[in-house]
């Protein structure tokens, strides 16, 4: 069965600074999706960015990007320029590409602080 | 932009009542889930529903869970007998296949669910 891991349960980062969160996964398969979704204290659950198995290149959205390490299995999500609004709590989440209705797996989250 | 639409926002039942969680998915979507999340833990998949009957279902989705669609709009969750430990929040979740968003499951802003 997959799994994902999240290592740090909360982090702290300086208001304009950088901050990385790590995910790790573990898979037998080789086609799946990789996600990074934020929940705010609103609590819904907003894709933050997604990344194809099959793609090489790291996914970019703004201030949001992946390194994404298959061959370690290791999905980070790095916020450049952090925001006050990018508090929230983080998930990593993995869904294969085998079925077209497999679920999406999360991880324990990470709760993120941007401290002014 | 489309959203998937999720009703009542928050419930509060007593121990042993019947509950109904209602969800209006992205219409042309096909795939849909439901999620639990007790406070501050980890968001936990239920079952999973295509073509009328569920795909998949997790240990926590036991005898007293139903899932249906009932009129092609929307798709519900029944809690037969509410038990206190059912207090969480529940996400539905509708997943599309069509370009940018494959792959990705969207999710509703959640209905809050106390059990006193």
């Known amino acids: 069965a997959q799994t994902v891991t999240q290592s740090q349960p909360e982090m702290s980062v300086q208001e304009a600074e950088t901050v990385t969160l790590s995910c790790t996964y573990d898979?037998?398969?080789?086609?799946?999706?990789l996600f990074w979704y934020k929940q705010p204290p609103s609590r819904q659950m907003i894709l933050v960015i997604r990344?194809?198995?099959?793609?090489?290149q790291n996914a970019t959205e703004n201030r949001f990007s992946v390194n994404f390490q298959k061959a370690a299995k290791s999905f980070s999500l790095k916020i450049s320029d952090s925001q006050l609004g990018d508090a929230a709590m983080y998930f990593c989440?993995?869904?294969?590409?085998?079925?077209?209705?497999?679920?999406?797996?999360f991880g324990k989250g990470t709760r993120l602080h941007i401290l002014p | 932009e489309p959203e998937v639409t999720q009703t009542p926002s928050h419930q509060v039942t007593q121990m042993g009542q019947e509950v109904i969680l209602r969800c209006v998915p992205i219409?042309?979507?096909?795939?849909f889930y439901w999620y639990r999340q007790i406070l501050g833990q980890k968001v936990e998949f239920l079952v999973s529903?295509?073509?009328?009957?569920?795909?998949?279902k997790s240990e926590i989705f036991d005898d007293q869970f139903s899932v249906e669609r009932p009129d092609g709009s929307n798709f519900t969750l029944k809690i037969r007998s509410t038990k206190l430990e059912d207090s969480a929040m529940y996400f539905c979740?509708?997943?599309?296949?069509?370009?940018?968003?494959?792959?990705?499951?969207?999710f509703g802003e959640g209905s809050r669910l106390t059990v006193l």
């Open positions: 989440a993995y869904r294969s590409g085998a079925n077209r209705d497999d679920k999406i797996i």
């Open positions: 898979t037998s398969e080789s086609d799946y999706y």
């Open positions: 990344q194809e198995a099959y793609k090489q």
């Open positions: 219409s042309n979507h096909l795939y």
């Open positions: 529903f295509y073509n009328n009957e569920i795909s998949e």
């Open positions: 979740a509708s997943l599309g296949f069509v370009a940018r968003e494959a792959g990705e499951l969207f």
